[in-house]
T-cell receptor, first 114, second 115 residues
Framework: AQSVTQLGSHVSVSEGALVLLRCNYS??????LFWYVQYPNQGLQLLLK??????LVKGINGFEAEFKKSETSFHLTKPSAHMSDAAEYFC????????????FGQGTELSVKP | EPEVTQTPSHQVTQMGQEVILRCVPI?????FYWYRQILGQKVEFLVS????????KSEIFDDQFSVERPDGSNFTLKIRSTKLEDSAMYFC?????????????FGPGTRLTVL
């Protein structure tokens, strides 16, 4: 079975500081990995995804994530936080051999202090 | 930019009542999903739907739940007899293709409160 663990339900950074949101997954088959962001009163929006190929993937709004198979991790980073980055972030995994079902982590709420 | 819409944004109901949550997926999408998030817990997959039938469903999706695409635009989730533990945020999503890498577009959710 697949699962996702996001370390830290709340992360707080100062504006301009590095953002690091942690995600570890468990999967018996090669996974597809996703990061979604949810702003207040809005739906989940795809930030970036890893399927195959290059392990460092770039997404929208300056975010990127690196797939590390040896560490079963897919951490999300952004070099410099902006106030508008404050939101809830969800890591998700799906199996290449199944349909589009996404399995989500518990989410990390990112706060950005001025 | 096309988006998935959901109505109502908030539904309050009494235990035992039936509720229907409505979703309008993006018009050229073919695959539809429902997820839910109980407060403080993970977003959980409920069901996927394609070509007018269920493709996959989770253990949560028992006989109390049903989905329907009654016309060319709406996609509904019905809970026949609501329980307190059905209180959650329900998200609808759609995608163009079934390949797992295909992006799923999510609606803003319906918050269901069962009293």
């Amino acid at each position: 079975a697949q699962s996702v663990t996001q370390l830290g339900s709340h992360v707080s950074v100062s504006e301009g500081a590095l953002v690091l949101l942690r995600c570890n997954y468990s999967s018996s088959v090669p996974p597809y990995l996703f990061w979604y962001v949810q702003y207040p009163n809005q739906g989940l929006q795809l930030l970036l995804k890893y399927t195959t190929g290059a392990t460092l993937v770039k997404g929208i709004n300056g975010f990127e994530a690196e797939f590390k198979k040896s560490e079963t991790s897919f951490h999300l980073t952004k070099p410099s936080a902006h106030m508008s980055d404050a939101a809830e972030y969800f890591c998700a995994v799906s199996r290449a051999t199944q349909g589009g079902k996404l399995i989500f982590g518990q989410g990390t709420e990112l706060s950005v202090k001025p | 930019e096309p988006e998935v819409t959901q109505t109502p944004s908030h539904q309050v109901t009494q235990m035992g009542q039936e509720v229907i949550l409505r979703c309008v997926p993006i018009s050229n999408h073919l695959y539809f999903y429902w997820y839910r998030q109980i407060l403080g817990q993970k977003v959980e997959f409920l069901v996927s739907f394609y070509n007018n039938e269920i493709s996959e469903k989770s253990e949560i999706f028992d006989d109390q739940f049903s989905v329907e695409r009654p016309d060319g635009s709406n996609f509904t989730l019905k809970i026949r007899s609501t329980k307190l533990e059905d209180s959650a945020m329900y998200f609808c999503a759609s995608s163009r293709r079934l390949e797992t890498a295909s992006e799923q577009f999510f609606g803003p959710g319906t918050r269901l409160t069962v009293l």
